[in-house]
């Protein structure tokens, strides 16, 4: 189905089904421990053998000599593979590393060996036996260093730091020369590891030349491809399923060693290996996301509007790699005539950088919001008012090109009166409670919609039940639910009524899980297939299409109504369509999400102790398909708003360059006791430009803008404005207003 105009009404938009509140349909399979994650896959081949990466001890520099004899000759060992024994392999290069070093290695813990034995502690003990002689090379582990002194020019290149953006419209520096008010700052945010709950894990077996991989994936078709390419075969030889995922939030986007190693050692014993990382394994020899240097510039006339905005930042990678594009939304929130954005990235011999949930947004959510914060400060304004003033129905570059629904304002004014933020002193430090300083803040949530191509074939069965099969994955955010949901609505059915078949690469290829496109245009897919399998029950049963209504397991068509079972009385009935998006649509019309968020936060007058007390989000992402599972989404990126603004860092050794912290005792991420009470609304803005379905993208909206939120609700409380992230009570000790 191509979707190249707006959507007219639809069978959708009768909500019988979507748009209620269902739980989880797999829910109890996870809460009685029976759907099975990859590493513990029952209908996987049996008697696998246990793979353990031996990886590197230094960051960057070569490899002398890798002994692995003492490994060979302990227990249980079946194979010790290095980059020399593993055979012809073509990994992709660039930025990405290695998923097996040869003599190069790029990072420190790159994975340089891989161990199996007959059990897990056999592999690990041995492991520990392989001894490597390298030559360490001194390398570059400080992105802060990047950023010292005057900012970069824009565009500007050297051997270090690439530009990979940069765009002015208008004059930004005769713009603030002439503003009434100037504000320029500095903000940096940390790397960050996404700390999802299941590690990455993968069981691999080979049979007739051709892999297939149980393995934690957010992307199936990705993975399929990334490994046809390795190993040189084609994508259909390749297999992957992913039935259950225990978190990603882009850690799980690419394939990473534990995919590619288990499947070189499968191949290499003839056996099926399985290979799963350990929590410490993880921080460094997978990707995370970078640390970011941002510069703001801002200019604006005394009644608040902007007249320039000028957002630069800095990330680190590996070189090849990609930068965290701290400065997209900017291009794309607020009015203004004159505006400047640019990104460079530096070379970093950390590991791989990579996307972590709303890539860009999220830490450059955190700069921005925070300077329109200090910016209202100056200007003794209210917050909420100077982003109103500065709304923008288009986008700001572009005057003939409107977004698609922005009810950017309405999130704002509905979210004020809910939280009740008048009860807000504008002046910092007056509120206190006992031994604790009180405070308000808010900022504005922007992130985009994307529409991406999703298939999906539907069965129905011969007892008039339905079956959806799409290689969509479900990484914990309802994917399951809201497909059952579609294909319940649009042949008139319920939920239960509905079999949902994912994550496998032998399915129609959906869309996947990433970038907030997954439950939208997943399930526009799945629309897509059922409006075929619609027309095609209707010439089975001999009604005519136009008038034919499906509903309560009915299919009737003026006074002729018959059960839905009866079309596939003489066997079962597949159809099988894409939604497919016309460029023009997305074109004409920018697409994205919004959102206002509060908070209220406590600060302990004497030691500095961060409390957070209430949050609220309101948010506007077209129709929501599922009120449950879309309150899960942002209640969880808010609460990983709360771990990056508070609590998150991956901290670099700045002398052997690696992450220090890599468990989840030293990265420290929110847990309950964190948490106070959440509340979101969702405005009830369907977007008939979006997709058929007429929803948009929700689980990383939640996270972008909330840390700022955290933070200005800090300053509001106690004066201090903390610029570098996250906001530690370090931070605030030596600055507490003193009594
Ligand atoms: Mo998200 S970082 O695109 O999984």
């Given at each position: 189905m191509k979707f190249d105009t707006a959507a007219g009404q639809n069978p959708i938009d009768a909500q019988t089904v979507v748009g209620q509140p269902h739980p989880r349909i797999e829910g109890p399979l996870k809460v009685t421990g029976t759907a099975h994650y990859s590493y513990e896959r029952q209908d996987a081949p049996s008697a696998p053998a246990y793979g353990y990466l031996v990886t590197a001890g230094f960051a960057k520099g070569r490899i002398l000599e890798i002994d692995t004899r003492a490994a060979r000759a302990a227990p249980g060992v079946i194979a010790v593979i290095t980059r020399d024994e593993a055979g012809a392999l073509q990994f992709p290069g660039g930025g990405t590393p290695d998923y097996l070093a040869g003599d190069r290695v790029q990072h420190y813990q790159q994975a340089i060996a891989l161990v199996i034995a007959e059990t897990f502690e056999q592999a690990r003990e041995a492991a520990f036996l392989v001894k490597t002689r390298y030559e360490a090379e001194p390398g570059r582990y400080d992105l802060a260093a990047f950023a010292e002194g005057d900012w970069p020019k824009l565009g500007a290149e050297t051997n270090e730091m690439v530009s990979k953006h940069a765009e002015e419209i208008g004059d930004v520096e005769a713009a603030l020369a002439g503003a009434d008010l100037r504000l320029e700052q500095r903000y940096s945010t940390s790397h960050e590891t996404h700390a999802m709950m299941e590690p990455h894990a993968t069981i691999a077996a080979w049979q007739d030349g051709k892999p297939t991989l149980w393995t934690s994936s957010q992307m199936v078709n990705w993975a399929q491809r990334a490994l046809a390419k390795i190993f040189d075969l084609e994508p259909r030889d390749v297999r992957v399923v992913a039935s259950y995922v225990g978190g990603g939030f882009g850690a799980k986007l690419a394939v990473q060693s534990d995919a590619v190693l288990a499947a070189i050692g499968a191949r290499q014993i003839g056996r099926p290996v399985k290979l799963t990382l350990t929590r410490a394994t993880i921080m460094n020899n997978t990707t995370h996301r970078s640390a970011t240097q941002q510069r703001i510039r801002l200019g604006a006339r005394r009644d608040g509007r902007l007249v320039a905005i000028g957002h630069e930042a800095i990330s680190g990678n590996l070189p090849g790699g990609r930068e965290e594009d701290a400065v997209s939304q900017t291009r794309l929130l607020y009015a203004t005539d004159n505006l400047l954005t640019s990104m460079h990235m530096a070379h970093l011999d950390l590991p791989k950088a990579s996307d972590m949930r709303a890539p860009g947004e999220a830490p450059g959510m955190m700069a921005l919001e925070v300077a329109m914060d200090e910016l209202a400060d100056a200007l003794q304004m209210d917050p909420v008012e100077l982003r109103i003033v500065n709304d923008s129905q288009t986008v700001p570059a572009e005057p003939e090109r409107p977004f698609s629904g922005r009810h950017l304002v309405e999130c704002l004014r509905l979210g004020a009166e809910r939280f009740g933020w008048s009860a807000r002193d504008p002046q910092p430090g007056q509120r206190i409670e006992g031994d604790w300083l009180i405070g308000m803040g808010v900022a504005a949530g922007y992130r985009n919609n994307i529409q991406r191509q999703s298939a999906a074939r539907v069965h129905l069965e011969p007892d008039g039940r339905i079956t959806v099969e799409c290689d969509m994955t479900d990484i914990g955010t309802g994917s399951y639910t809201v497909i059952a949901q579609t294909a319940a609505e649009m042949l008139g059915l319920r939920v239960e009524d509905v079999t949902v078949r994912l994550a496998d690469s032998d399915f129609p290829v959906s869309v996947g899980s990433?970038?907030?496109?997954g439950g939208n245009n997943a399930t526009a897919g799945v629309y897509a297939a059922c409006v075929v399998l619609r027309r095609m029950i209707c010439d089975r049963l001999d009604l005519p299409e136009p008038d034919t209504r499906f509903a309560e397991g009915q299919v009737s068509s003026g006074a002729t109504s018959m059960p839905l079972s009866q079309a596939a009385a003489a066997g079962r009935m597949t159809a099988e369509d894409k939604i497919d998006y016309d460029k023009d649509l997305s074109e004409r019309y920018q697409q994205a999400t919004f959102a206002a968020h509060f908070v209220e936060a406590a600060v302990n007058r004497w030691t500095g102790e961060v409390r957070l007390r209430r949050m609220l989000a309101v948010c506007d992402a077209g129709r929501i398909l599922n009120p449950v599972t879309a309150r899960s989404q942002v209640i969880g990126a808010m609460t990983m708003g709360i771990g990056s603004a508070l609590m998150e860092e991956l901290a670099v050794d700045p002398g052997a360059g690696f992450f220090v912290n890599h468990d989840l005792a030293g990265y420290e991420v929110p847990v309950h006791a964190d948490v106070p009470q959440q509340e979101v609304i969702f405005l009830d803005h369907p977007d008939d430009k979006s997709s058929p379905m007429k929803a948009k993208g929700i689980g990383e909206l939640g996270l972008c803008g909330v840390g700022a939120a955290i933070a200005n609700a800090v300053y509001n409380a106690t004066g201090i404005r903390v610029r570098d992230y996250p906001l530690t009570l370090d931070k605030l000790i030596d600055h507490l207003p003193r009594p």
């Open positions: 990433g970038g907030q496109w």
